[in-house]
């Protein structure tokens, strides 16, 4: 979305906003039209589009208002997942609402405040919650408990997040803060 709203803004067709500098200059392409460009033709992995949600961010807190319109989206759409899981599953809160992904898990204030904000405004009482270690770490206890039958011994367990590059601990979830 944010090299959407930057190729708009580059070509007349949207509100200006820094992104359409920042973005191409990260990934060391010319203009946003050459990022548009790489991405149509398939020239650019995705792994490289990680430097941008950082840029959205402080693109953000510098008060862009292209930047700030894509974070408070990401926001509601939390809200809305969120708390319609809640409803569907008619849920007692509080309860933890576990924020996945490296763009929740960055733990900015300014998407987790609206985040929070919006489940109140909806009548939830949530916790926020950010796992400490990545999903493949839960995914893989998981099928190892499945496997075992019961719990992962701690050492096999303390192997197992060595091998998958995780600190090992005992805590898997940490509350969410601004990083």
Not at 29 to 51: C, F, H, K, N, T
Not at 109 to 132: M, Q, Y
Not at 148 to 153: A, D, I, T
Request: charged content about 20%; hydrophobic content about 55%.
């Amino acid at each position: 979305d944010a090299v959407w709203h930057a190729a708009r803004a580059h070509d007349g067709r949207g509100p200006a906003t820094r992104l359409s500098l920042d973005v191409p200059r990260a990934l060391g392409r010319a203009d946003i039209r050459a990022v548009s460009v790489d991405l149509y033709r398939g020239q650019m992995a995705e792994p490289e589009l990680a430097v941008v949600p950082p840029l959205v961010f402080a693109a953000a807190r510098a008060g862009d208002a292209v930047a700030l319109g894509l974070v408070q989206r990401q926001a509601d759409e939390v809200v809305a997942m969120a708390t319609a899981a809640a409803r569907r599953l008619d849920l007692d809160w509080p309860v933890p609402v576990v924020l996945g992904g490296s763009v929740l898990a960055a733990r900015h204030a300014l998407l987790l405040d609206p985040v929070e904000a919006g489940l109140r405004a909806a009548g939830l009482e949530p916790r926020l919650v950010v796992p400490a270690d990545p999903p493949v770490v839960g995914a893989a206890l998981l099928g190892l408990a499945a496997h075992l039958g019961g719990p992962v011994p701690a050492d096999v367990e303390a192997r197992l997040r060595t091998a998958l590059g995780s600190a090992p601990t005992t805590r898997t979830l940490a509350v969410a803060e601004e990083a």
